[in-house]
């Protein structure tokens, strides 16, 4: 029989994928003897069943429910139903398997109705009651019926003015009448709020369930790669109260710093106050520290209970807690968001501390952390300059100049436009997620370090400034005034997420160095990984980059990449575009000196690591100017009429060009041209050889199908490097000549390729677009139709096709190996630096992945991940 429900004394930490992480944690903290109010989970499985078949809720989980409250009301000795004195309220609360703050639907003080409100005014007092009453009914028409929170609030400030006090001053009375406003809200919608507390329950339950499918989880997930299937538990949850008195209170802490990793508690409280006024950034709590000073007993107490937390689940721990009438309650405990910068010094302080091992702290730290690290800061001298509008909370780190956004929707506007824009709000909600995703920073005027923007852009690795209580936002006239300055949307702030400071102005960035720690760590993913890491460059820029970064090697020097400076470009025209012998022999001459100047750097940068170097690969035509001012200056510099020179061009096009005349048929074709490429390769090898360094070039040779073509080019390739080393006198030394495995049919012939090549790589790029027929430049017209209609769940050019690319590449390492079962194969293609993809392609026996040079740090911790996984 199918078990729909769990109390929190029968569930375990481990029981996530069933019973939520919030549920699962409150049944772990339950065992370890932590003062968790009672309660019971309904679990991910009915959600799912409940959103496939609704007549199950009707049908099985009702009963269930009923018979859970009343071992509940067995547990509290309190009663949900009817009107005695001890009257039992419940949370309901969502919690997926995977943390999803914010996302999804709350209730608190659920089980209040007319009757039971005065009951609770009269045995405790009617402020409290009537505030508790209040949140219900706003709290329930929002997640319930999707009436929108704005609207209560409006009826609350205008009562507030009316009555020239703030809602806490009420009489019972005035509680009364704004009760009685609330509800005519509920009726402007056609809806009634229900007076019964099992039908409240029941359609709470089944809001929060629906809830895993709203647009701003929807979005989250796919923002955070969090499968859709996974459905959401439903914790109820007997109610203490932070808002009794003035010995109450309610926060959110942290067991470490989130945002520099630093070993204290870090969070923040609030007397007086139930749990979403904190997150919520209404009110402005108070640091955690103060506490200990107003309320010393429960501060002792939550210490030890932090302590115990973070020791048993051995990492940081975000904790939600409630104190009614000075009793400390643990609600929640969670692994905490963190910042990437909290995020490696914490792994390495845990491992310091003995409490974890180098392999856990690896699979502590996400490669998209350890991009945030190396991400641009405010250059130092510009700030110097830059006039400093005001100072808000630093919640999340990082630098970022854009236009002025109020809303998510304007944000999205623009960003769709190209535009780089910051979103300003009083406080987020929720509701803006869309727009926090697509926004550079994050500013709000309200709001602490836990509020809702501070958490969620931690998560994003968005830069965010909260808490800038100067500045007076009118999102409505879509203003800003802070002391003497107006801004407007649209106007320009830099925004400074490590010190909190909003600019005026805009700031260029810098690179941080790598730091010691980052290099500390990733020297750990090194001990461990099984794949290595290159990068793909031809820069010199590049270059000493990806050795920075930590680089093996290089895994794709495209040389096409070298022919578009202004002298250049014109000696490959003219070779393009040459009527003789003569003058492409002239033009040869002179790309062979720009070449060997190229590969003499290039060598001397990466001093004795491998780097593959890609022979000329795109079609001709790519190289030759396309409008009519570029044609005719052109013609001029080769003194040849516009019209000859653009019947000479049209001449060139090519009807579908991914598929034309480009990589080895260009060789095949134009042989002069590989022989002058590989002629700068080995002229500038064998001068850096003869200066002391030990060089061993690999050539690549692009889009082969036939073993054919591969034989042929390798043969005039082979023997023209003889001749180079006669004509400069020198014993031959070690070199390679590989293949780029970038069509299906190369795959299917790979086991007759591997007996001609030294080795391969494959160009995912290209594999993608010839086993799907997708254009990687024109799918992002058509890609996320896809999504939403669920044909795909991703794009296969960011990360591989594992059951149609993926089974291609399967096939072509087995017939390789069986050739030679030591056959050096990498990946070089834009998945080769892709997270997801790493793991795929260490179990199907790549040997390296190579990716643009600022993906390698996340790429060496990605290989070791997939080794240690």
């Known amino acids: 029989m ?31 003897g932590l003062p968790v109010p009672e309660g019971f989970t309904i679990t991910t499985q009915s959600c799912l069943r409940y959103l496939e078949t609704p007549s ?74 009537y505030n508790c009453y209040r949140r219900l009914l706003q709290m329930f028409a929002d997640v319930v019926y999707g009436i929108p929170k704005e609207e209560f609030d409006r009826c609350l400030v205008k009562t507030e003015k009316q ?28 809806q009634n709020f229900p007076q019964n507390p099992k039908e409240q329950l029941h359609a709470a339950i089944k809001a929060v369930f629906k809830s895993w499918n709203n647009p701003r989880a929807k979005v989250y997930r796919e923002l955070n790669h969090i499968p859709h299937n996974l459905g959401t538990a439903v914790n109820v949850q007997s109610m203490v109260f932070g808002n009794s008195d003035q010995n109450s209170g309610t926060g959110v802490v942290f067991t470490r710093n989130p945002a520099t990793g630093e070993h204290h508690l870090f969070g923040e409280f609030l007397i007086n106050a139930q749990g979403e006024d904190v997150v919520a950034g209404i009110r402005t709590p108070e640091p955690i520290d103060a506490l200990k000073r107003i309320l010393p007993q429960a501060y002792d107490n939550f210490c030890n209970y932090a302590k115990i937390l973070e020791q048993h689940y051995k990492d940081m721990q975000d904790i939600e807690f409630t104190i009614e009438k000075e009793k400390l309650y643990i609600l929640q405990t969670r692994t905490g968001k963190r910042t990437a910068k909290a995020s490696l010094k914490i792994a390495l302080d845990l491992v310091d501390e003995k409490m974890i091992s180098k392999e856990e702290a690896l699979l502590r730290v996400s490669p998209s952390a350890i991009n945030q690290l190396i991400h641009p800061v405010f250059e130092e001298s510009a700030l110097k300059s830059a006039h400093c509008l005001t100072q808000g909370l630093p919640a999340s780190p990082g630098a970022a100049t854009g236009e002025i956004v109020f809303t998510a929707e304007r944000a999205k506007e623009l960003h769709a436009l190209g535009k780089k824009v910051i979103l300003v709000r009083q406080e987020t909600s929720p509701e803006d997620i869309e727009g926090m995703v697509v926004s550079q920073a994050i500013v709000t005027s309200h709001g602490g370090m836990t509020s809702h923007a501070a958490v969620v852009a931690r998560g994003m690795g968005t830069c965010c400034v909260v808490g800038c209580g100067e500045l007076s936002i009118n999102e409505y006239d ?38 010691d720690e980052l290099q500390l760590f990733l020297s750990w993913a090194d001990e461990i990984a099984q794949l290595s890491v290159r990068a793909n ?75 593959i170097v890609r022979l000329l690969d795109p079609p001709m035509h790519e190289f030759l100017p396309k409008n009519k001012s570029e044609i005719k200056q052109l013609a001029e510099k080769l003194q040849i009429s516009a019209e000859t020179l653009t019947q000479k061009i049209a001449s060139l096009q090519e009807t579908n060009p991914m598929l034309g005349h480009r990589g080895c048929r260009l060789g095949i074709t134009q042989p002069e041209i590989y022989k002058m490429q590989v002629e700068a390769i080995f002229n500038s090898a064998i001068q850096l050889v003869k200066e002391g360094m030990v060089i061993k070039p690999e050539i690549m040779i692009p889009l082969i199908a036939e073993k054919s073509e591969l034989l042929l080019i390798k043969a005039f390739l082979c023997q023209h490097i003889d001749s180079i080393f006669k004509k400069h006198h020198m014993q031959p030394f070690p070199y390679e000549i590989g293949t780029m ?32 027929g997708f254009s990687r430049d024109d799918i992002g017209k058509f890609i996320q139709h896809y999504k939403d209609k669920e044909i795909m769940s991703f794009d296969p050019f960011q990360t591989i096709d594992q059951t149609g690319v993926g089974e291609l590449m399967k096939i072509a390492i087995s017939k390789a190996h069986q050739v030679n079962p030591n056959l050096p194969i990498g990946v070089c293609g834009e998945v080769g630096g892709d997270p997801a993809s790493i793991p795929f392609f260490q179990n199907i026996g790549i040997t390296y992945v190579s990716c643009s040079p600022y993906r390698v740090p996340a790429a060496r911790l990605a290989v070791a991940q997939a080794t240690i996984s």
Request: with cysteine; charged share 25%.
């Open 2 to 32: 199918d078990k729909w429900i769990y109390s929190f004394n029968e569930g375990r930490a481990d029981d996530k994928a069933l019973l939520g992480g919030k549920g699962a944690n409150l049944a772990e903290m339950t065992h370890l």
């Open 56 to 129: 199950f809720f009707e049908s099985i989980l009702k009963k269930e429910i009923l018979k859970a409250i009343t071992t509940l009301e067995s547990q509290t000795n309190k009663f949900f139903m009817g009107n005695e004195s001890s009257l039992l309220l419940v949370s309901v609360r969502s919690g997926a398997k995977i943390s999803m703050p914010g996302m999804m639907d709350t209730i608190l003080n659920l089980g209040l109705n007319d009757l039971r409100v005065q009951t609770l005014a009269d045995t405790t007092n009617a402020n409290f009651a």
């Open 741 to 772: 495995i970038e069509l299906p049919r190369a795959c299917f012939i790979a086991d007759q390729l591997a007996k001609e090549a030294d080795f391969f790589s494959f160009g995912t790029n290209d594999l993608t677009q010839m086993t799907y």
């Open 537 to 611: 460059a031809e820069t010199i820029q590049d270059l000493k980059t990806a050795i920075q970064f930590g680089a093996k090697g290089i895994g794709l020097a495209r040389t096409e990449h070298m022919f578009f400076g202004e002298k250049r470009i014109l000696e490959m025209r003219r070779l393009i575009l040459s009527n003789d012998e003569a003058e492409t022999n002239s033009a040869l001459k002179k790309l062979l000196a720009f070449q060997e100047e190229d590969f003499y750097q290039m060598f001397q940068t990466i001093q004795n690591k491998a780097m």
């Open 478 to 515: 879509k203003t800003i005034v802070c002391a003497n300055t107006i801004l407007k949307e649209g106007d320009i702030i830099s925004v400074d997420g490590t010190s909190g400071k909003l600019y005026t102005d805009s700031i260029s960035t810098t690179m941080i160095d790598n730091n």
């Open 163 to 190: 009555l020239n006090k703030t809602v806490n001053n009420f009489s019972k009375e005035e509680h009364q009448t704004l009760i009685q406003q609330y509800k005519e809200v509920y009726q402007e919608h056609y």
